[in-house]
Nanobody, 125 residues
Framework: QRQLVASGGGLVQPGGSLRLSCVASGFTLDNYALGWFRQAPGKEREEVSCISGPDGTTYTADSMKGRFTISRDNAKNTVYLQVNGVKPEDAAVYYC??????????????????WGQGTRVTVSS
């Protein structure tokens, strides 16, 4: 059974850092592009950062560049999202999902497969 499990969320202070993990089971993640998305209360789900399968090309949304870094560890079948300089507006549920492609300029392709349960990030001092 193909599954993605996101973890690493929690309570973080403004200016702090955290690393989110997305672990795949039932399939080999490095064959796929993967994206991180987030959804804040009352807002639509938005694209955050993605990484391609074959060559590791990455893309991060303009508003998050410089603070968000996506990476992958194929040996662990895991993709990470490092968030530095956390801001109150980063509070959201973060989801990972497979996408059809990730390119440096165009960014995300279409999401496919299940969303999973997400991991909640709360920002508070």
């Amino acid at each position: 059974q193909r599954q993605l499990v996101a973890s690493g969320g929690g309570l973080v202070q403004p200016g702090g850092s955290l690393r989110l993990s997305c672990v795949a089971s039932g399939f080999t993640l490095d064959n796929y592009a993967l994206g991180w998305f987030r959804q804040a209360p009352g807002k639509e789900r938005e694209e955050v950062s993605c990484i391609s399968g074959p060559d590791g090309t990455t893309y991060t949304a303009d508003s998050m560049k410089g603070r968000f870094t996506i990476s992958r560890d194929n040996a662990k079948n895991t993709v990470y999202l490092q968030v530095n300089g956390v801001k109150p507006e980063d509070a959201a549920v973060y989801y990972c999902a497979t996408i059809t492609r990730c390119t440096a300029v165009a960014g995300f392709g279409y999401q496919f497969g299940s969303w999973g349960q997400g991991t909640r990030v709360t920002v508070s001092s």
